[in-house]
C-alpha cells in the first residue's frame, strides 16, 4: 500500500464516496479501513460533527456523521453542489520512475487534470512499465487521494502508451484534431526551448512532459510535427512532479 495512505497527516478535505456507499439518496454508509481510520485519527470525528463529502462522478456537499462503530461511519447527506470545474488540459507523462509517478499523480488529479497519458519515450526506464504501482488498482488510490485533497468527484482516465511512435504518427493527430469542439495547443515542455511557456490558456490544451532524463532530439521534432510548440519554465530544471505541478499552475 502507499505510505500516504498509512500517513494520518494527509489531508482528506472530502470524503470521496462511491455508488456501493449509498444506502439511500441521502444517506451513506463508509466501511472500509482507510477512510474510518481517517474519521478517526485525522477529523477526530465525533457524532454529529458535518464534514464536506461528495459522491464519485457527481456532486459534492455536507454530511452529518450519524454513527461511528468499530467498522462502520454513517452519514445523511445533503448533496448539492458540482465539483470544481476541471482543467482542460490532457496530460502527456513520459512513464516517471514509480514514486514519482505517484506524486505526480496526485498533484495533477488535485490541480484537475482529467485525461492523462503515461507515455513510453527514450529516456523512460524499460523496468518501470512492471512496477506495481501501474496497476490499476494502484494508479486508482493516487486519483483517489488526488480528488479528495481538491474537493473533486471526476475520477481521471488513466491511459497507457507503451510505444512512442505509434502514439505520435497514429493517435497524436486525432488528438489534435478533434471531430468536435476547440482543436487544443499542443504544448512540449522541454528546457532550452527559445519560448516562455504562455501563462492563464483559454483554449484547451495536450501538455507534454519529459522523463527524469529529459526527450531526445528525435521525440521533441516529432511534437513539433505534430503541431506543437516547444516551450521552457526558465532555466531551473525541476524535477517532474515540480515541472508538471509548475506548468498546470501556469496554465489554468
Ligand atoms: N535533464 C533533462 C531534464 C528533465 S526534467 C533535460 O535537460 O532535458 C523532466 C521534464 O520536466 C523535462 O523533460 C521537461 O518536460 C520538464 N522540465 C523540467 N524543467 C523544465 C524547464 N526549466 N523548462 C521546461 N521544461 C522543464
Same mark, same amino acid.
Given at each position: ?18 455508488? +456501493? ?10 466501511? +472500509? ?10 477529523? %477526530?470525528?465525533?457524532?454529529? +460533527?458535518?464534514?464536506?463529502?461528495? /459522491? ?39 512513464l516517471p520512475r514509480p514514486r514519482m509517478l505517484a506524486r505526480s499523480l496526485e498533484h495533477v488529479t488535485?490541480?484537475? /487534470?482529467?485525461?492523462?497519458?503515461? &507515455? ?16 490499476? +488498482? ?9 480528488l479528495e485533497q481538491a474537493r473533486d468527484t471526476i475520477m481521471p482516465t488513466v491511459t497507457h502508451e507503451? &510505444?512512442?511512435? *505509434? ?5 497524436? *493527430?486525432?488528438l489534435m484534431t478533434p471531430a468536435s469542439g476547440t482543436p487544443p495547443r499542443g504544448i512540449i515542455a522541454?528546457?532550452?526551448? *527559445? ?15 519529459? *522523463? ?25 530544471? &525541476? %524535477? ?6 509548475? &506548468?498546470?499552475? %501556469?496554465?489554468?
Amino acid at each position: 500500500m502507499h505510505p500516504a495512505l498509512h500517513c494520518p497527516g494527509i489531508a482528506m478535505n472530502l470524503i470521496l464516496l462511491g455508488a +456501493d456507499d449509498l444506502t439511500a439518496q441521502d444517506h451513506a454508509r463508509v466501511t +472500509d479501513p482507510r477512510r474510518l481510520r481517517h474519521l478517526r485519527e485525522v477529523h %477526530r470525528a465525533n457524532v454529529g +460533527d458535518e464534514m464536506t463529502l461528495g /459522491v464519485e462522478g457527481g456532486l459534492i456537499g455536507r454530511g452529518r456523521l450519524e454513527r461511528l462503530d468499530a467498522d462502520s461511519a454513517e452519514f445523511s447527506l445533503t448533496l448539492d453542489r458540482q465539483p470544481p470545474a476541471p482543467l482542460d488540459v490532457h496530460l502527456l507523462l513520459a512513464l516517471p520512475r514509480p514514486r514519482m509517478l505517484a506524486r505526480s499523480l496526485e498533484h495533477v488529479t488535485a490541480l484537475g /487534470v482529467k485525461h492523462i497519458t503515461l &507515455l513510453h519515450t527514450r529516456r523512460v526506464e524499460k523496468s518501470y512499465w512492471q512496477s506495481p504501482e501501474l496497476k490499476e +488498482d494502484k494508479i486508482r488510490q493516487h486519483l483517489v487521494l488526488g480528488l479528495e485533497q481538491a474537493r473533486d468527484t471526476i475520477m481521471p482516465t488513466v491511459t497507457h502508451e507503451k &510505444l512512442f511512435k *505509434p502514439f505520435v504518427e497514429d493517435r497524436l *493527430p486525432a488528438l489534435m484534431t478533434p471531430a468536435s469542439g476547440t482543436p487544443p495547443r499542443g504544448i512540449i515542455a522541454h528546457p532550452g526551448m *527559445p519560448d516562455e511557456c504562455p501563462r492563464a490558456v483559454r483554449e484547451p490544451v495536450i501538455l507534454a512532459i519529459g *522523463p527524469e532524463g529529459g526527450f531526445v532530439d528525435y521525440e521533441v521534432e516529432k511534437f513539433m510535427a505534430a503541431g506543437f510548440e516547444g516551450v521552457h519554465l526558465g532555466e531551473r530544471i &525541476l %524535477r517532474v512532479e515540480t515541472a508538471v505541478t509548475a &506548468l498546470l499552475a %501556469r496554465l489554468g
